[in-house]
């Protein structure tokens, strides 16, 4: 088993294209960190994995038969190099030059940080609000109640999607986006890798809840910025994505909050959760056959 400084996880299905371009600007921009990419090829039909073979040969290509899921991808990958840091990394991504070298400066200067993120943007240019607070029951409420839609500036009722926050300033979060995190080993061994119960979504909510509850730090950077298309994979499979947004969320309430919440509340919960997820299905038939931008609880 090979060691290195930092190494890029990569789980990749069916997105050939931005897999290219992704591994492309990390030749570009990362180089110097010499870094060991490894892409985790979950069964891809569109010659994805031959790609990395002919045009990426220093890349390691774990290929799997089969869709194995983001999270038990991402643990195969970890399972296979060993590295003071893993970078996180979706194949939409692309790297800015110094992104890559400040996300490792900052955890190498930040003993107590076990994660930090980026800030991403649309190929547009406009910024991506991708950090988030964790899932509670207040936050589920204001979102079954659209007040989290109705005043996205308010810090009550915009507080799971942080929507009055601008992505502007360096400082602690609860839960940034997967899309991009650079994690710290260390912190990895302490509480394990992604919880494979979490197959796609939530794997990450749930990977930074025992971040934190661990003592460890998460951070959010705009001085480290990527390129994010978002949703190569999960758009191709739209309505699987909503059910399985859906399963992830109910399944990160049952096991962080079932416990410490009175009966009355959890099943209050898990009823405005059934009634969103309802919802949202109705509105997005009712409009048509195309497929949410975002998962439900994206």
Same mark, same amino acid.
């Given at each position: 088993m090979s060691h290195s400084v930092l190494a890029v996880c990569i789980v990749n299905w069916n997105t050939r294209e931005h897999l290219a371009r992704c591994l492309e600007s990390l030749r570009a921009h990362a180089a110097?960190?010499?870094?060991t990419v490894v892409v985790v090829d979950n069964g891809s039909r569109d010659g994805s994995a031959d790609l990395v073979r002919q045009r990426f040969p220093e890349v390691h290509l774990l290929a799997n038969s089969e869709n194995r899921g983001y999270a038990a991808a991402t643990n195969q990958a970890l399972a296979a190099v060993q590295a003071d840091y893993w970078l996180l990394l979706n194949p939409d991504? #692309? #790297?800015q030059p110094g992104s890559v070298q400040y996300l490792v400066e900052f955890l190498r200067t930040h003993p107590r940080a076990g994660a930090v993120a980026p800030r991403l943007r649309y190929p547009d240019g406009r910024v991506q609000l991708t950090c988030r607070s964790f899932p509670s029951p207040d936050t589920i409420l204001y979102d079954a109640l659209l007040l989290s839609r109705l005043f996205p500036r308010s810090?009550?009722?915009?507080k799971y999607r942080m929507s009055w926050w601008a992505h502007?300033?360096?400082?602690?979060?609860?839960q940034p986006m997967a899309s991009a995190l650079l994690l710290r080993q260390a912190a990895l061994s302490e509480i394990g890798g992604l919880d494979e119960g979490f197959p796609i979504f939530f794997n990450d909510v749930d990977l930074c809840y025992r971040l934190r509850q661990a003592g460890w730090e998460i951070w959010f950077t705009p001085r480290a910025e990527m390129t994010h298309y978002h949703g190569a994979s999960t758009s191709q499979v739209w309505r699987q994505a909503l059910n399985e947004s859906h399963a992830g969320f109910v399944r990160f309430y049952e096991k962080h909050y079932r416990g410490r919440t009175s009966a009355l509340t959890y099943w209050a919960v898990r009823g405005l959760l059934a009634g969103g997820f309802f919802l949202r299905r109705l509105i997005w038939w009712l409009g048509g056959t195309r497929g949410p931008r975002r998962a439900a609880w994206e």
């Open positions: 110097d960190l010499a870094p991504v #692309v #790297v810090r009550i009722f915009g502007d300033d360096e400082r602690q979060v609860e």
